[in-house]
C-alpha cells in the first residue's frame, strides 16, 4: 500500500533513484508471487495483482510531472516491460503476466469532481488496456451521497476505471488527527462476543454508525448510494468516542451478533449487492474498507492481490464487479 511513499520514502520527491528502486522492488516482488504460484501448483481462474500508490505527484519522475498517480504507474509500467534497466532478472516472464494480470490501484480523498480531469483523461490514453481502481476512496466530512453518486457516475462513463474501495469500515482509533476521521462506524461501549487472539481472550465491541454533520449517518448515506438499507435494530447504542454524535438506545447483543454475523461472513466468500446484483467478494489486506465496483474490461478476469501488503490496518474491501470474483486458490 503507497510503495511511493515508503520505498523509499522519497520516491516521489527526491533524486531520480527514487523510483527506479520502488519499481525494481515491485517488479521483484510480482516475479516472487509468480514463482510462488507456480511452487503451490495454482491453476484456474487466477487474480489480478496491484500495487496501490497513494495520489502524490511524482517529481521524480520521468513523466507525469503534473499528474497525481501517473507518474508512479508511467515508471512501474516501464519497469514491467524493461526489467533489466531497472537492475533486476526476472525468474518469471512478468511482462506477459503483467499485460494479463495488473490491475493498477491508488488511493485519495479528493472530491469525485477532481478525478477525471486530474487524473482518468491522461490514465485512459496511457494504460489503454490496464484496468484502474480507487483501493481507498471517502471524501471526509462530505455528503457521501452526493460524493459517491458523483464518484460511481464517472466509474460508468469511463470503461477501465473499475470503481471504488469506500474508505473505511470501522475508525482507526490507534491513529490520531484527521487519520480517524474516516470510519463509517465507531466502537461502541457495549461487549457483543469475545474472541481469542493467539492465547489472549479480546473483547468484540457493538458497532455505532459515525456522522459527519449531516441528518443520516455515514452507513446510512452509503447504503442510500448502493441501493441498501441499514437496518438500526441491529446497530449498539453510543459509541465511545467523539468521531460519533448520536447517542442511540442500545440493543440486545443478539441483535448486534446478527448485524456481525453476515459481516463476518462475507469474509469468507461471496454475496449479492442489492443495488447492483453483481457479485460481492473481499479483498483483504491491512485497512479496513467497504466498497463497490462497476464493470470491468476484459483483462480483470479475477480478484485483485495487493502488492506488496501493505503496513498497519487491515482492510477489508467488499467489492462490486467481475474485478474481484471469488475463486478458491492457495499461496
Same mark, same amino acid.
Given at each position: 500500500?503507497?510503495?511511493?511513499?515508503?520505498?523509499?520514502?522519497?520516491?516521489?520527491?527526491?533524486?531520480?533513484?527514487?523510483?527506479?528502486?520502488?519499481?525494481?522492488?515491485?517488479?521483484?516482488?510480482?516475479?516472487?508471487?509468480?514463482?510462488?504460484?507456480?511452487?503451490?501448483?495454482?491453476?484456474?481462474?487466477?487474480?489480478?495483482?496491484? *500495487?496501490?500508490?497513494?495520489?502524490?505527484?511524482?517529481?521524480? /519522475?520521468?513523466?507525469?510531472?503534473?499528474?497525481?498517480?501517473?507518474?508512479?504507474?508511467?515508471?512501474?509500467?516501464?519497469?514491467?516491460?524493461?526489467?533489466?534497466?531497472?537492475?533486476?532478472?526476472?525468474?518469471?516472464?512478468?511482462?506477459?503476466?503483467?499485460?494479463?494480470?495488473?490491475?493498477?490501484?491508488?488511493?485519495?480523498?479528493?472530491?469525485?469532481?477532481?478525478?477525471?480531469?486530474?487524473?482518468?483523461?491522461?490514465?485512459?490514453?496511457?494504460?489503454?488496456?490496464?484496468?484502474?481502481?480507487?483501493?481507498?476512496?471517502?471524501? *471526509?466530512?462530505?455528503?457521501?451521497?452526493?460524493?459517491?453518486?458523483?464518484?460511481?457516475?464517472?466509474?460508468?462513463?469511463?470503461?477501465?476505471?473499475?470503481?471504488?474501495?469506500?474508505?473505511?469500515?470501522?475508525?482507526?482509533?490507534?491513529?490520531?488527527?484527521?487519520?480517524?476521521?474516516?470510519?463509517?462506524?465507531?466502537?461502541?461501549?457495549?461487549?457483543?462476543?469475545?474472541?481469542?487472539?493467539?492465547?489472549?481472550?479480546?473483547?468484540?465491541?457493538?458497532?455505532?454508525?459515525?456522522?459527519?454533520?449531516?441528518?443520516?449517518?455515514?452507513?446510512?448515506?452509503?447504503?442510500?448510494?448502493?441501493?441498501?438499507?441499514?437496518?438500526?435494530?441491529?446497530?449498539?447504542?453510543?459509541?465511545?468516542?467523539?468521531?460519533?454524535?448520536?447517542?442511540?438506545?442500545?440493543?440486545?447483543?443478539?441483535?448486534?451478533?446478527?448485524?456481525?454475523?453476515?459481516?463476518?461472513?462475507?469474509?469468507?466468500?461471496?454475496?449479492?449487492?442489492?443495488?447492483?446484483?453483481?457479485?460481492?467478494?473481499?479483498?483483504?489486506?491491512?485497512?479496513?474498507?467497504?466498497?463497490?465496483?462497476?464493470?470491468?474490461?476484459?483483462?480483470?478476469?479475477?480478484?485483485?492481490?495487493?502488492?506488496?501488503?501493505?503496513?498497519?490496518?487491515?482492510?477489508? /474491501?467488499?467489492?462490486?464487479?467481475?474485478?474481484?470474483?471469488?475463486?478458491?486458490?492457495?499461496?
Amino acid at each position: 500500500n503507497e510503495p511511493d511513499l515508503k520505498m523509499p520514502p522519497t520516491a516521489t520527491i527526491g533524486g531520480a533513484d527514487g523510483p527506479v528502486k520502488m519499481a525494481r522492488a515491485l517488479i521483484s516482488a510480482f516475479d516472487a508471487m509468480l514463482d510462488a504460484e507456480k511452487e503451490m501448483g495454482v491453476t484456474g481462474p487466477l487474480i489480478n495483482f496491484t *500495487a496501490t500508490f497513494s495520489y502524490a505527484i511524482c517529481m521524480a /519522475c520521468s513523466r507525469f510531472k503534473s499528474n497525481p498517480a501517473l507518474g508512479q504507474m508511467a515508471v512501474l509500467d516501464d519497469a514491467m516491460r524493461n526489467p533489466a534497466q531497472y537492475g533486476y532478472t526476472p525468474k518469471n516472464d512478468i511482462t506477459d503476466a503483467y499485460n494479463k494480470r495488473w490491475t493498477h490501484s491508488f488511493n485519495t480523498q479528493n472530491p469525485a469532481t477532481d478525478l477525471q480531469h486530474q487524473f482518468l483523461d491522461d490514465y485512459n490514453v496511457a494504460f489503454p488496456n490496464t484496468p484502474v481502481y480507487i483501493g481507498e476512496y471517502h471524501r *471526509a466530512k462530505a455528503s457521501q451521497v452526493q460524493d459517491l453518486s458523483t464518484i460511481l457516475a464517472v466509474a460508468n462513463r469511463n470503461v477501465l476505471f473499475v470503481g471504488i474501495c469506500f474508505f473505511e469500515f470501522t475508525v482507526s482509533y490507534y491513529k490520531t488527527g484527521t487519520e480517524t476521521e474516516f470510519g463509517a462506524f465507531g466502537y461502541g461501549s457495549t461487549k457483543v462476543a469475545s474472541m481469542d487472539y493467539f492465547g489472549m481472550k479480546l473483547d468484540v465491541p457493538c458497532l455505532e454508525p459515525v456522522y459527519e454533520g449531516f441528518a443520516s449517518s455515514m452507513p446510512e448515506e452509503i447504503a442510500k448510494v448502493y441501493g441498501g438499507v441499514v437496518d438500526s435494530s441491529l446497530i449498539c447504542g453510543p459509541g465511545t468516542g467523539s468521531t460519533t454524535a448520536a447517542d442511540r438506545t442500545s440493543t440486545s447483543q443478539a441483535s448486534t451478533s446478527r448485524f456481525l454475523e453476515p459481516t463476518a461472513t462475507t469474509a469468507e466468500g461471496a454475496t449479492t449487492s442489492p443495488s447492483s446484483g453483481g457479485a460481492t467478494t473481499t479483498e483483504q489486506s491491512d485497512d479496513v474498507d467497504t466498497g463497490v465496483k462497476s464493470s470491468a474490461p476484459r483483462s480483470t478476469q479475477g480478484p485483485v492481490f495487493d502488492l506488496p501488503m501493505s503496513s498497519a490496518s487491515g482492510r477489508l /474491501c467488499l467489492s462490486v464487479a467481475v474485478l474481484l470474483m471469488a475463486v478458491g486458490f492457495e499461496l
